[in-house]
């Protein structure tokens, strides 16, 4: 830490800062890093906590974030000229919060930096299982793994011998979608953009049959190609076309979570999805889901994923960009899908 | 029916064919009024059942049974060269099966004619309830009576209070979803095609506000004056531009049941729908559904509504067409929105 110290007990704190709102496609000079100094010791009459920031996450939903606060979102925009914010791991540093100490592991919400000083607690989880990687806390056992497991068993209502239809299945959410359905005894199919991450789909996380959506020009002939009998239950990632080409090829009584909308997050006007007569015709349920409404299952996640990990019946592959001036251009190859795995970011470069 | 015989022991037919397979808008001209002949004796070895059929329906469903067997649906199309079929209110004038019997009335799938033979009895209901019009066992007591409770009360969930709005309010189905709505002590707004159609519902079927939509250039502002707090539950009959406002304009954990799009039946590409990120940022579920799957609950409906009618609570409009010649109008005009009420055909032009 020597040589971050920056005198009056003060060290250098880089941060991210998104410049301006962002439409369209974001741009890794859409950010701009940083440097600021931080106390590592909170002011009395603070009740909140300071942390050094360990693992910083990278996730879609954080698109939103960038643009105007004109658009239907669930979260806040950014503040322009401030450091972004979104989830982590971090060791606490101080703490005037009785319920946190020094030299505790946290995850949930922090800043893009080096140290971060957070007061609202409410969503910030200590880490309770230290014998599996940290930054596993960005993924599979944080906010993706919830989601994927929330999604899917509580949303989708998954029976043994169903078939299932992942998208964007190789990232951080759907490689464990994937493999929970397999668990189950379902048939699996998975779609990402890439020939290595159809090969990840089919070599490492066991998914029966995957495909390049890049490389089909009719997705609904693709689908056709899989899913002969049609697919019981769809996780949404992506949005549009997919969607779709996905509504025509369901069964009766089909379901679909969705999770995300990938696709669309940089269109100023989304695309039209034009094939809704097959919700009534099949009697599709789709149903939209956040993962902060399932924080109450955390523990019971963590009880069912853990074993599993252990036991290697679950694998988790993460990106993982090094030093926090990686973080714009780890954030902006997401929506090029240029990540394989879990896209995350160790801030310290070592 | 002295002046129907035509011989042999058979009576005239009257049926309504349809010519071909619509595309587009269909028009009175897709379909022909022929003259066929029907013996009023079953023959031996039959195990169906003769009718005369008394109403006739005219369901917007109808419109996919119209079209060549291409697009997704839930029901075979018509044979063109044949007479078209739908649920109707039916008398039996002779039977070989041991369920019915002659003097019977029955309601279900029967033939566009005068006399029809059923031979595939399993969703014919035996009238009970005579003391209420037996037109009503084509809308409010029929079909689309039970399509507005399983869809209400099963696939809504609505609980006092919440916020329900429902399009083709004035429909077959729509004015019974509205009165629901409000039995259940909901804040109901209904939309419709005409002045004469709104007022109906306020006047009439006690929604607390309605709109004629085709006088809205911008739907999403009229749904903000109307709920200016959002919708708890949308009850969609007509798909498309409408569907794309409300999603707009629903409020977090909505749901939306799928009934009917009609205002997509005619056309050859179906509108896009562009808002579905609602569907994840207010965690929002759409169900589609058919009635069908609800037939066990029809006893159970009827011991609902019945009283109700009985009692002045819940009101029922219906728009009765008088013989079979002016089937063909009648059902176009669902289509253009003539009708006001639930569209019926009395096969008697008396």
């Known amino acids: 830490m020597a040589g971050n110290v920056v005198g009056g007990g003060k060290v250098r704190n880089k941060q991210v800062i998104l410049k301006d709102y ?16 931080v106390d590592l010791k909170l002011p009395e009459g603070s009740n909140g906590i300071l942390v050094k920031n360990l693992y910083l996450s990278c996730d879609p939903y954080m698109r939103n974030r960038m643009a105007k606060p004109l658009r239907p979102s669930y979260v806040d925009s950014f503040q322009p000229g401030s450091p972004m914010t979104g989830f982590g791991v971090s060791e606490v540093i101080d703490s005037r919060n009785q319920n946190f100490s020094k030299g505790d592991l946290v995850w949930g919400r922090t800043g893009w930096e080096e140290y971060s000083v957070i007061d609202s607690l409410e969503s910030l989880f200590k880490i309770q299982h230290t014998d599996l990687p940290l930054s596993y806390y960005t993924g599979i056992l944080g906010m993706p793994g919830l989601t994927a497991y929330a999604g899917f068993y509580e949303i989708c209502a998954p029976k043994k011998g169903e ?35 159809v090969d990840l789909l089919k070599s490492k996380f066991g998914f029966d049959e995957a495909f390049n959506y890049k490389e089909e020009a009719d997705l609904d002939a693709a689908l056709k190609r899989y899913f002969p009998d049609g697919i019981d239950i769809y996780f949404e990632n992506v949005g549009g076309k997919m969607l779709d080409a996905v509504l025509t090829n369901m069964r009766l009584h089909g379901r679909i979570s969705v999770c995300g909308m990938i696709s669309q997050y940089n269109l100023d006007h989304p695309e039209g999805v034009h094939n809704l007569f097959n919700l009534i015709s099949k009697r599709i349920r789709i149903e939209g889901f956040l993962v902060f409404d399932y924080y109450h299952l955390y523990d019971k996640f963590l009880e069912m994923v853990i074993p599993q990990i252990k036991q290697g019946k679950i694998v988790y592959v993460e990106d993982i960009a ?11 190859g997401l929506f090029s899908g240029r990540n394989v795995g879990k896209q995350l970011i160790a801030v310290d470069p070592q």
């Open 22 to 37: 962002v439409s369209g496609f974001p741009k890794e000079s859409d950010m701009l890093i940083t440097t600021s100094s």
């Open 163 to 197: 078939t299932v239809f992942v998208s964007a299945a190789s990232g951080a959410v759907g490689q464990l979608v994937g493999q929970f359905a397999k668990l189950m005894g379902c048939y699996v199919v998975g779609s990402a953009g890439s020939k290595e991450k």
């Open 322 to 332: 090094r030093g926090l001036e990686s973080g714009p251009e780890a954030l902006v």
